[in-house]
């Protein structure tokens, strides 16, 4: 059966990403949080059912493929060629169907094919994230479910390091990507016909070494931490949603 469709050509803000991103691929397994930071995220996905077919949009080198394994068939997607190539060397990625390259605002599969779509921080990547929330709407199927896991735009880090006007914006940050804020991307769920919607604000640990990442676990890990910090002021937040 043929699930795919069409590609449209590339818009520039997907080129400078998908550039940024096969540059860091020539560093290899691409893992930016711990095992726990993925066990508190991987926690709040339960599909109602087995033997999917999983979409993980963003996949990277497939850190969330392997672990959306579990749960069915999984085709990681991702704008870069680079992490791409990466993620189909990796031994951890055998159990995962197929990798490949392709573009969120554009996904190049049929209608109503997937059971699961899944955002790995890809949304404050996007600088018009509606043209691929649609498009996601369109590819899952009736019953089907999107996970969005992001990091939280309302954290102090985030408006500080990565707003675009930010005149101490990092370096390390590509070039599309933006806060992004828990309402606003429900209302754009909404807005095109997702229900039951289900947002959990969180602490998940990075795998980087740096000051501030290592500030942010240190909060994340202190219960006094955890019972002052208002739960919209969390580093990071998973959002469930159905279409139908």
């Known amino acids: 059966m ?3 469709k069409k590609r449209a050509d590339q818009k520039t803000h997907i080129k400078q990403e998908s550039a940024f991103f096969n540059h860091i691929s020539g560093k290899g397994d691409y893992d930016a949080l711990t095992e726990n930071g993925y066990n508190k ?3 709040f996905v339960r599909p109602a059912k087995e ?11 497939g850190a969330f493929s392997r672990r959306l394994c579990r749960y069915g068939k999984v085709i990681g997607m991702d704008v870069s060629s680079g992490m791409v190539k990466v993620a189909k060397t990796l031994p951890d990625n055998i159990e995962c ?3 490949l390259a392709g573009n ?6 049929r209608d109503s094919i997937f059971d699961m779509v899944f955002y790995g921080g890809v949304l404050h990547h996007l600088p018009d994230f509606k043209k691929s929330v649609k ?3 369109r590819v899952l199927k ?6 969005a896991f992001e990091p939280n735009g309302y954290h102090p880090y985030r408006l500080i390091f990565t707003h675009p006007k930010s005149p101490v914006r990092g370096s390390t940050y590509s070039p599309s990507e933006h806060p992004v804020y828990p309402g606003r991307i429900i209302k754009v769920l909404n807005s095109y016909g997702f229900t039951d919607a289900r947002i959990h604000y969180l602490h998940a640990e990075y795998s980087s070494t740096a000051f501030f990442s290592r500030l942010q676990n240190r909060l994340g890990s202190s219960n006094l931490a955890s019972r002052i910090i208002p739960g919209i002021m ?5 959002i469930s949603v159905s279409k139908g």
Do not use: K, Q, W
């Not at 009736?142 to 996970?147: D, K, S």
């Open 51 to 61: 033997d999917n077919l999983i979409l993980d949009i963003g996949c990277g080198t």
């Open 2 to 4: 043929n699930i795919f």
């Open 142 to 147: 009736n019953g089907g479910t999107l996970v």
């Open 234 to 238: 969390r580093p990071f937040f998973v």
């Open 104 to 109: 969120a605002e554009e996904l190049p599969f």
């Open 41 to 43: 995220i991987m926690s």
């Open 135 to 137: 498009e996601t709407y």
């Open 97 to 99: 169907h197929t990798f």
